[in-house]
């Protein structure tokens, strides 16, 4: 397999996974005082929104370079 193959199925998975979950959302931690032996954190949860058209176009190009990829020269 060659890299520019391995490359496009990465994208087809990754292009999948954000058209069937349309995002994804992380737990950021920031502290925000520190008074002596007290410590005060606050924890924010941040969701990204992955596009449909993101996706299709992950997917698409995937195909793209599994297909070029494939040609012998």
Known sequence: MTVTRIIGILLIIAGTAGLIYG????TKETHKAELGPLELQLEEKETVAVPTWAGAGAIGLGVVLLLVGGRKR
């Open 23 to 26: 995002g994804f959302s992380f």
